[in-house]
């Protein structure tokens, strides 16, 4: 839902200045920071880590950093290889996300240096209906997965 809004913000936001794009996503990401420090941590291995009595037969029990660095970097694969839905979801959004960079590249091309010769605001525009289609496909998801739900704890799936 939000990477076809980038294209529309950032279309006017040149209009101004180049700079004022990049002013923006700073804008942007400052306000979501404070977040960041104040939702509660959802990773399970802090929060036994912040649990545990004895602090020194935590740091006994944590593996080593390259250890880390290997099972984190290979996990996807091996869900992948594992797992054929993973596999194929993940394909799929491959495909999908591609499709719409795509968009982001040829947009701009045939819109505003071909026969049209629209501003780069209005070249945002036209990813509009990529954004309403993406807020309609939200709306069904989200009441696709309560009556999943509601299915599921009636017993009905």
């Known amino acids: 839902m939000v990477p076809p809004l980038g294209p529309i913000i950032s279309g006017y936001a040149t209009r101004h200045s180049w700079r004022l794009t990049f002013w923006v996503g700073l804008g942007i990401s400052g ?8 939702l509660p941590e959802t990773y399970a291995p802090i929060i036994k880590k912040k649990h545990r009595v004895d602090p020194e037969a935590a740091e006994k029990q944590q593996p080593s950093f390259a ?43 045939i819109f505003q240096v071909g026969v049209y010769q629209l501003s780069s605001g209005e070249v945002g525009l036209t990813f509009l209906p990529i954004t309403a289609g993406s807020i309609v496909a939200l709306g069904l998801f989200l009441g696709y997965s309560s009556y999943h739900s509601s299915a599921m704890k009636a ?3």
């Open 31 to 38: 306000v979501f920071l404070p977040l960041v420090y104040c």
């Open 67 to 109: 250890r880390e660095l290997k099972v984190i970097f290979l996990r996807p694969f091996v869900m992948a290889a594992r797992k054929p839905v993973v596999l194929f979801t993940s394909l799929y959004l491959a495909l999908v996300h591609a499709t719409l960079y795509l968009f982001f590249q040829a947009y701009p091309i």
């Open 155 to 157: 017993g009905i799936v």
